[in-house]
């Protein structure tokens, strides 16, 4: 993933330009959020209803081939060790068609397959806006209506995309709401910086095994992340201080270069501008 200052420089119309950013830092939050339930429900269908089902509907096939195999050769068993093995496939069988019954009832229920092809089709939508706004399309001498119209339309469909799409995942949407109220506490400019960088760390928190402060069975089970005492949240707070820290430095810098320059040119005026009762006094 990028960085967010590419393809979007302040300039004259910085106003746009800012305009273009936060409506892609709502896009691309919404895009990951979308990736993650894609995963999640998306290994949810495979592994916990169709790769069973598949299972089941196998085991059925083998034993009811395995009835019809014992009837062709029944003269050549005894019948009651035959009549013993009928039951314990027919039971088998029965067993495993309430298995089905039950695994289908539950696919029809939970719906996981058609909540992950829902989140794809959001995730691609979204993804296309990603583009569009992320690097907006700028003549020589536009005075930026056009722009403006472009992300307006954009922000209508970003709006239709999230109002049609599937929900997300209550504990995903609200470690990314966390880390939205605690990036919204710091400066704009801190902001453009690091958000892009912050949301992918969270990203990847949620797919890791080992997060650094909880162990996570992703994506069997959805973790349960608190942003604010978290890693994350650490590393929001450490890296602000830092961002702070060189605020302050290009400050001072500026100041003593400032002061320097005025010093400067104070030294190399005082000789020439010397008045003549300063000369008398000397």
């Not at 979308?34 to 209803?49: E, I, S, T, V």
């Not at 069973?52 to 062709?72: D, K, M, Q, W």
């Not at 995942?169 to 690091?194: G, S």
């Amino acid at each position: 993933m990028a960085h967010v200052e590419t393809g979007m420089r302040l300039d004259g119309n910085g106003d746009i330009d800012r305009m273009c950013r936060e409506l892609f830092w709502e896009v691309e939050q919404k895009l990951i959020m979308h990736k993650l339930a894609k995963d999640y429900f998306g290994f949810r269908a495979f592994w916990m209803q169709s790769w069973p089902l598949l299972l089941i509907t196998t085991f059925i096939t083998i034993i009811a081939f395995t009835e019809y195999g014992s009837t062709i050769s029944i003269n050549s068993i005894n019948y009651d060790e035959y009549f013993e093995i009928r039951q314990r496939l027919i039971l088998s069988l029965a067993t495993l068609s309430l298995l089905s019954t039950f695994l289908t009832a539950t696919i029809i229920n939970t719906r996981y397959q058609s909540q992950h092809d829902m989140h794809v089709m959001a995730e691609r939508a979204l993804s296309r806006i990603c583009q569009s706004v992320r690097f907006p399309q700028r003549s020589p001498g536009d005075d930026g209506a056009k722009i403006v119209e472009h992300i307006k339309t954009q922000k209508a469909i970003f709006t239709s995309v999230t109002c049609t799409a599937p929900s997300i995942p209550p504990r995903i949407l609200h470690a990314f709401r966390d880390l939205e109220h605690v990036m919204c506490m710091k400066p704009y400019t801190f902001r453009a910086i690091q958000y892009e960088r912050f949301y992918y760390f969270l990203w990847k928190s949620f797919s890791k095994r080992s997060c650094g402060y909880h162990f996570n069975l992703w994506p069997w089970i959805i973790p349960e992340i608190d942003v604010s005492s978290s890693v994350l949240g650490k590393m929001v707070d450490e890296e602000y201080d830092m961002y702070g820290r060189g605020m302050e430095k290009a400050k001072r810098r500026i100041r003593r270069l400032s002061f320097g320059d005025g010093e400067h040119v104070s030294h190399s005026t005082s000789p020439s501008s010397t008045s003549p009762s300063a000369a008398a006094e000397v």
